[in-house]
């Protein structure tokens, strides 16, 4: 797989039914849990509150769906003691909808606001701003300016995670949505999804040209991979790519 294959993905048509997309939503979630990746996103937004004395953090999680795993890490939070105000952002009102349903089962409270992520500059104020599992949705001018957009909405950190391209990792994806949801969408889109993705050396990239903090990269167990910044000092802005 050397090169990205980026094609159109069913949950992104705004003429999906809206069953359809709560289906896709929740089996979506299901991918997640069995990853582990909330508990591996968790551990690391956690080590951004050891700046913050009053135990609060504010967080942006951008693209954000059914935010199963943003509005996880909040429940966690409560159980350790410390506070997450969670603002969820995307594009379609049936994920907000999905939102509010998963953030009342969870017995929670969280913002969501519809808005469109590409389509110019995003809510400011936080303390960390998160993105997971969209970038490879997106050409690379745009995950460039996506990325600078998320850095000019927090002084502090940004935290993201997305597939990374591979044949082992389409094979595992391929199976993983075949066992664990029924929905005829996610099987299609998963598979697009990883023909689409980032290897770690693209994204990386991409990353050191746009973003004005230095940052980390690690590979997680299955088929992603995680970018933190590593301080949340800014140095001088970075041109917009052409």
Do not use: Y
């Not at 809206?18 to 990746?37: C, E, F, K, M, T």
């Not at 969870?106 to 809510?123: F, K």
């Not at 600078?148 to 990374?164: F, I, P, R, V």
């Amino acid at each position: 797989m050397k090169q990205r294959d980026l094609q159109p993905e069913i949950m992104d048509d705004p003429k999906l039914p809206v069953h359809d997309h709560q289906q896709a939503l929740r089996g979506l979630a299901r991918l997640n849990r069995a990853s582990g990746i909330e508990s591996s996103m968790f551990r690391m937004i956690r080590r951004f509150l050891r700046e913050r004395p009053d135990r609060r953090l504010r967080v942006l999680d951008v693209a954000s769906g059914s935010g199963d795993v943003p509005i996880a890490w909040v429940r966690r939070a409560r159980r350790e003691g410390w506070r997450l105000d969670l603002t969820l952002a995307d594009n379609r009102q049936t994920a907000c909808d999905e939102q509010q349903r998963r953030a009342a089962l969870g017995d929670v409270s969280v913002q969501s606001i519809q808005l469109d992520c590409l389509a110019g500059s995003l809510p400011t104020g936080f303390d960390v701003v998160t993105c997971s599992l969209f970038f490879h949705h997106l050409t690379n001018s745009q995950v460039f300016q996506l990325l600078q957009n998320m850095q000019a909405s927090t002084s502090g950190g940004l935290l993201l995670c997305d597939l990374e391209r591979s044949r082992l990792n389409m094979e595992l994806v391929r199976i993983a949505s075949r066992c664990l949801t029924r929905s005829p969408v996610v099987h299609h889109d998963a598979i697009t999804s990883v023909r689409a993705a980032f290897t770690m050396n693209e994204f990386r990239e991409i990353a050191s040209s746009a973003l004005a903090r230095p940052f980390e990269m690690k590979r997680v167990f299955p088929c992603r991979f995680v970018l933190a910044t590593t301080e949340a000092t800014s140095k001088s802005p970075v041109p917009a790519i052409a």
